[in-house]
């Protein structure tokens, strides 16, 4: 019988959530992605319910649930964060901007006492570095892994560990 992991993906908007789900998904992706009003960072599109993907690493299958990044979705993001095993927060290295909005998303979901790790989101223009993060996120024990989300290889091994390294608090 396989076992079962369920984490939850959270970040603040345009971190990569989306890209993610349907990069490590084995079965086709359910996206939720709508027209924004008024395109931001250069996307025309936002998540307004949940990314799911599911993907099997050894005896495990992972279940992902990509949360949306806007504020008036926090609803959405507090619930799979609550009824998720773990959890992923997705954090652009480029996007200076969005770094208080990260730690407010981070600190919400502290409340739940969840294993989580940091990706940081690996671009050509990157500003932000782990050790700022550690700092901003006053984290200690947090494991932080770098990756590019839309190098689908890369981001595979990346997760390999991530799964290992949030499983062995469960198996």
Avoid: C, W
Avoid at 30 to 47: C, R, V, Y
Avoid at 131 to 149: A, H
């Amino acid at each position: 019988m396989s076992k079962r992991l369920r984490i939850a993906i959270l970040g603040p908007f345009n971190s990569g959530k989306t890209t993610f789900v349907r990069n490590l998904s084995d079965v086709k992706p359910i996206i939720t992605d709508q027209p924004l009003s008024m395109p931001a960072k250069g996307k025309k599109t936002t998540t307004v319910a949940l990314d799911y993907g599911r993907k099997k690493i050894g005896g495990i299958i992972v279940h992902l649930y990509g949360t949306p990044g806007k504020e008036r979705f926090n609803f959405i993001r507090e619930y799979f964060a609550k009824n998720s095993d773990a959890l992923i927060f997705i954090v652009r290295d480029d996007d200076v901007q969005e770094l208080e909005n990260t730690i407010k998303i981070y600190k919400e979901a502290l409340k739940y006492k969840k294993p989580h790790v940091i990706l940081v989101n690996r671009t050509e223009r990157g500003q932000i570095t782990p050790e700022q993060l550690k700092l901003k996120l006053n984290l200690k024990d947090v494991p932080i892994y770098l990756t590019s989300i839309v190098n689908k290889e890369e981001l595979e091994a990346t997760f390999n560990k991530i799964v290992y390294t949030l499983s062995s608090q469960f198996y």
